[in-house]
């Protein structure tokens, strides 16, 4: 009996430290210069292990010191701490999925990453050839984006689908959603050449896809309105982050809220846009 206790005890201790605490990990930067290990309450869209850096990254493309700041600012009003412990870069690095950022200390001995190739169903995106700016001021590195084809999205089904009634094809209607779904492919295409600096674009793409697809046919129409949404929902954070009466930590308690493994970069927005009134 006491063979079988003693594991669950420990396996009921673990599932508990799990769902409800998070390893928060402060990289050394200028307040903090040797860096901590947080053991922190498990917040909203904080990851098991985290770091103000991974949630900026999700949610914003990059780590600047506004956006550390104002997670940290978060961090500290709203969870409690229950163990400081010594920076950890390995926690950093699992945090952020490999990323570097400018204060944080290399990981040593990193192999470059080579970009995923293609898979069956799927086309690379060449990127562009001005990379917009980082929240921080830098540019963001090019990223390779992959793309369904049209072929999988199998767009023919999809509107003779939805314009068959009783039987009967909508001729008219099945040829203006079939012109919606080649829009939707260009614009698709356009928005992740475009964005391809961006690292969050593959993953905004990915999950609009999942969402659009149903039964194996894809909704493309949808998909670039959704990455369309999240991309401008991005630049209107960042516009709005380099101009007087920003709130900072308005912005960290939206990131809180909405910026989790998948973050929605237009509910943080409209989130902070209903908080403080913003236009």
């Known amino acids: 009996m006491r063979t079988i206790l003693v594991p669950l005890i420990v396996f009921a201790i673990a599932v508990v430290f799990y769902t409800q605490l998070s390893i928060f990990v402060v990289p050394p930067i200028g307040a903090v210069p040797e860096g901590r290990t947080l053991i922190i309450t498990r917040l909203n869209n904080v990851n098991f292990i985290d770091s103000a ?43 952020t999925g490999g ?20 898979s ?17 001021g830098g540019v963001h590195a090019q990223h390779q984006v992959k793309l369904p084809t049209p072929e ?24 203006y959603c079939m012109n919606q779904q080649a829009d939707g492919d260009r614009t698709l295409a356009d928005l992740a050449a475009k964005y391809s600096s961006l690292p969050w674009t593959q993953q905004v793409i990915n999950v ?27 630049l ?25 493994q998948a973050p929605n ?4 927005w409209y989130c902070y846009k209903r908080a403080t009134g913003a236009d």
């Open 53 to 95: 850096d991974a949630i900026c990254e999700r949610l914003m493309g990059g780590a600047s010191l506004f956006c550390r700041g104002a997670v940290l600012a978060r961090i500290g009003s709203t969870a409690t701490i229950y163990a400081r412990l010594p920076y950890s870069e390995t926690l950093y690095s699992i945090s």
């Open 99 to 118: 990323l570097e950022y400018s204060g944080a200390p290399p990981a040593n001995g990193s192999p470059a990453e080579q970009p995923p190739q293609p």
């Open 120 to 136: 069956e169903g799927q086309r690379a995106v060449p990127s562009a050839r001005v990379a917009p700016k980082s929240t921080s």
């Open 152 to 175: 999988s999205g199998n767009y023919s089904q999809l509107c003779s689908d939805k314009w068959t009634k009783r039987g009967v094809l909508n001729q008219e209607m099945f040829s």
């Open 208 to 234: 609009a896809i999942e969402k659009w697809t149903k039964r194996g046919m894809r909704d493309e129409s949808m998909v670039a309105y959704e990455v369309s949404q999240q991309v401008d929902a991005y």
């Open 236 to 260: 209107d954070i960042a516009y709005a982050s380099k101009h007087s009466g920003f709130q900072r930590d308005t912005l960290a308690q939206c990131i809180t809220e909405w910026g989790g």
């Open 265 to 268: 970069r237009s509910m943080t």
